[in-house]
């Protein structure tokens, strides 16, 4: 084997982006719907707006990710010596995708129930 | 770095034959001591055997404890047991089986099969497993015990407060639990630090992260679960045994406590628990799968993928535990979406066995079986568990038998039935005998049966309306008809685990160096031959299924023809390779069996039993000696660096490494992601609290000046100084020890100063920790620090003292790497606590 990777724990963090986002998110929404509609802080309306804003912030920022890991192919010209690299590289980019579905998925309740309604519904 | 950056990897790097007496070397440094001596075994088979043996006996004492509840339910208006007895036996049959046997019994096949699967002669850290193991098995048995002198809790596995308060639950039960439990997460945390830096640090050469087994990442995926969970239930348990002790009131409505706060931080661990006992039993099925289809697991990408995708998805579906508490309505739909998304990784490994078992040819053994019994009663659990995902049918089904049944599909499906396939699978790996296929079959269909007899009508009398733990029942519908098939079902299901112990006493004969071996065919390196010391020598992994892709690959492994063929140093070792691509970086020393583990274990139970019947001296004095063993095993922990070894084809690798190459280093970054975890959960819990009673929280002007606290962080800052000066830029830092004891003694007078005047502060602002939640937050901020401090205060003069003994210097310094490392992280953590116990109340 040639020059081992130099930066191993980057590469394995590289894996957590995509669900660590997708549970910054759930945390943004939850503690937004916590801290507007329990004790009333601010309407309704500001609980749809902030879940949009991160909806849409996260979703931009995996698509970023994804898309700087479409751009930098793994060391293709060294496949044979760096299936590991190119493992992770393959991982860390479908993990983001099921983390976009993810996103999408929690959020769905801002836009199809009433925000900040009692538990009885 | 390392001489493999210039050399290929061989093969074939050694030639034949071997050396005269190199193989009896390598025997004697890994020579197992003799009689009842081998209690102070250390290496992975030894404690593997240990390990499994107790978990098996506590899920036997657990599974007494559900035939004794079967047995009072069989019939409306029973009398055989009274409702404490009762309530005692529901409680301790949760928790043994969830604490004391599902998540063990995972670490104990971990501590026993990884090292084989992986061609490591052992876990990185053998005395660390020992201590778990140990301080583990007294923990439990002292705990279980209770169950006989009426100590017992009964508060209910999760046990909520206010029932588990002081106001009604005055006894001790509830404090066994809260300590006993502690100390079993200590012992979980330590296995799962093992088990982490096993897997990324000492796989065989080649065995980069995509060969790696399945079930190998599964215990990575698991392990770092627990690393993230099981600090929200330590914070809890401390919370609630402060509360309790001293009458901090976290949990005191009246006091602007809310309880709910122990369901969060018990749910944020207990949901992902569920995962952490599952995900481990799913690699052990993606193990077994292919071998008894007889061809290469399917979707090897797809599941490492849904294994992750699930490790975090369930911490994100707590609050489905709290349906019914009053959290508003979107917030419930959050957790629902989420409970159903966690349905999609799952399923992508279900279709993956299933595609399996369909490409292959199945042989129809009992381990398949076993496999077949997981997919039929874990899709149903799986199928109601989205049942119980949707508000509105949670709201009718909860605290019914509906969910009783729900979770055991859920998990005696998926993690019962596995384990049990597993030990059928790899029975033959470490026995001289393999186990009964006919008695095995008389195993499985009885236990299938008897499951589904048992559990199936649960749901139906849930649906009916009969609530969980209650200790009896009126004779109305058919809630008679119902329980007593439930019973026969749960007798049946233990005549199936009886005949299987009849089998195991038949069959099973533990050896650590002559097993039968490979007689499935199965592909990963456990089926190599196999002594105590793992593989004679390490083999070059070029693929997933090394066994059927390199032939002969075991003959080689054994004559010496690959690496590491005996020992270098004489001692034992293994080899640890980089985290992604497996290539060997170092020689791993490791230590030979001793006393010092077993002996911390059993005084670290003593201090925490002794505690909890209120014996404080005793306890603190078992505490000092078990800090005392720690101390003595640690000194020998660092040894002195020598020449680089030759592992094979002219490879030679460094005998000593220190910073983030060393497995030590890792190890610790782990343990500051369990104190970081810890402290998150601490903050929440400090949030949480304020949204439900602001009132309690002070206005900025009754708040200590804000000198104070800047004075404090100005210690801790200068604390953090000192040791940067040792290590950096101090050039006679290493050489002159006056200066290193003066720069260390300064460090820690400026953090123990830092920290007592922050509790100063706040007591001479008159605050006094059981008045309200707020004060109780607090004083909580700096209890968390003081442990680390303590911490710190034991190890800065171990590393003053190995200093002045000579065994600490500019190379040899793993010690004092960690000493760093630990000390930055607690400056760190404190800034933080001050940043929200000052700044946050001054926000408003």
Known sequence: MSTPRARPLADLLRLFVGPGLWFAHLAVLYGAEALICTPPLASGRAMTWIASAATILVLGVLALFGAALVRQPPPADRSEEHTAAAFLHATALLLAVLSALGVVWTASPVALLPVCASPAG | MTDTSQRRLASHPNKLPRPKGELEALEAAWELPKGWRILSAVNNTVIGYFYVGAAVLFFLLAGILALLMRLQLAVPSNTFLSAETYNQIFTMHGTVMMFLFAVPVVEAMGVLLLPQMLGARDLPFPRLSAFAFWAYFVGGLIFFGTLFFDLAPSGGWFMYPPLTGTQYSPGLGADFWLLGIGFIEISAIAGAIELIIGVLRTRAPGMTLDRMPMFAWTLLIFAGMIVFAFPAVILATMLLELERALGWPFFIPQKGGDALLWQHLFWFFGHPEVYIIFLPAAGMVSMIVPTMARTPLVGYRLIAVALIATGFFSFGLWVHHMFTTGIPALSLSFFSAASMAVALPSGIQVFSWIATIAAGRLRWSTPSLFVLGFLFIFTLGGLTGVMVAMVPFDWQAHDTYFVVAHFHYVLVGGMVFPLFAAFYYWAPAFSRRALSERLGKITFWLMF????????????????????????????????????????????????????????????????????????????LEWMHNHVYGPRSVPLVESRDPLWDQPGLSEESKAGRHYLPGTVTGVRETMLTSPIEAIPEALLRLPGAGWTPILAAVLTAGFFMLLTVKATVPALLSGVLAVTAILIWMWESDPRPLARAEIGHGIKVPTYVSGPISHSWWAMVVLLLVAGALYLSYAFSYLYLWTVSPQVWPRPEQLPPIVWPLMSAALLAASSGFIFLISRVLPGGFRNNAAFVVLTALALIALVGGLGMEILAHWRAGLRPDADAHAAMVYMASFLQLDLVLALVVMAAFVIARRLAGLLNRRRRVVYDNLSLLWHYTVAQGLLGLLLVHGFPRLQ
């Open chain 2, 449 to 524: 049966a008897g499951f589904n007899v048992a559990f199936f009508p649960m749901h139906i009398s849930g649906l009916m309306g009969m609530p969980r733990r209650v200790y009896t029942y009126p004779a109305v519908m058919e809630w008679g008809v119902l329980n007593m098939i439930s019973t026969i079902g749960a007798f049946l299901f233990a005549a199936g685990v009886l005949i299987f112990l009849v089998d195991v006493v038949r069959n099973l004969r533990p050896t650590v160096s002559q097993p039968i071996g490979n007689i499935w065919n199965g592909p990963s």
